[in-house]
């Protein structure tokens, strides 16, 4: 059989399940990344020391290891973990959990630099005026600094969550069925390895070049 629509059709399920696996980990690592580098960088521009150093610690650690080797420490760390905290074995997909939980606390260093960015954005007059108005330091972070320094941070946000999707290919190192080995596995199997890989490579590309594009639609309108 010739790689076309008709061998596509054939692959269609297999596919959009390695892209839903692909989704997954991208939703679940952006969302629990974004919560923990919001707290990172809040406690990274703590005075308490007891508060800075930690986060400092963390934030630099994860930018000078690679992902790769992340990926692979806790597809063997998290079941450790697991079996030492509840004296039982996990169940589960070993293999998505660990991808789900390195690429958040990995990408959390990554969006942390990032939110304390947007934070230091924000002019030091609208934190006095909120003192004055009688504001407590989580009332002026919550109502004041944070919409304002997100708003402004969104498009580099978005951006780094396209460098996350074009990432999660490392998945297939600890042998998660994500979208790229969903096609190189189809590909080997029906003999057809490089129209297969290509394909995937284009599906990669045309899905970040269109996030892309609507990243910097959207610096545009915020810039308005």
């Known amino acids: 059989m010739a790689f076309g629509i008709t061998e596509l059709q054939t692959a269609a399920p297999g596919l959009?399940?390695?892209i839903t696996t692909t989704l997954e980990i991208v939703v679940i690592a952006v969302v629990g990344g974004m919560v923990i580098g919001t707290l990172l960088a809040l406690a990274r521009l703590s005075p308490f020391k007891v508060l800075s150093w930690p986060a400092a610690l963390y934030?630099?650690?994860f930018r000078?290891?690679?992902?790769?080797?992340?990926?692979?420490?806790f597809y063997f760390a998290v079941p450790m973990m697991y079996n030492w905290a509840t004296g039982r074995y996990l169940t589960i997909n070993v293999a998505f959990a660990s991808c789900?939980?390195?690429?958040?606390?990995?990408?959390?260093?990554?969006?942390?630099?990032?939110?304390?960015a947007g934070i230091q954005s924000i002019s030091k007059g609208q934190v006095n005026a909120a003192k004055a108005l009688g504001m407590t330091y989580s009332q002026?972070?919550?109502l004041v600094i944070l919409p304002q320094a997100f708003r402004k941070m969104l498009p580099l946000l978005l951006q780094q969550s396209i460098i996350l999707f074009q990432d999660t290919t490392l998945v297939f190192a600890i042998g998660l069925v994500d979208f790229f080995r969903a096609s190189y596995v189809r590909g080997d199997l029906m003999g057809m390895l490089t129209p297969y890989i290509l394909f995937a490579g284009a599906v990669y590309f045309v899905v970040s070049a269109v996030a892309t594009l609507g990243v910097r639609r959207l610096q545009k309108k915020l810039r308005v």
């Open 16 to 18: 959009i399940g390695g």
């Open 140 to 142: 002026t972070m919550r």
């Open 64 to 73: 000078s290891v690679p992902l790769l080797l992340v990926l692979i420490w």
């Open 100 to 116: 789900a939980v390195a690429f958040m606390v990995f990408e959390a260093a990554y969006f942390s630099e990032v939110v304390r």
């Open 59 to 61: 934030v630099n650690f």
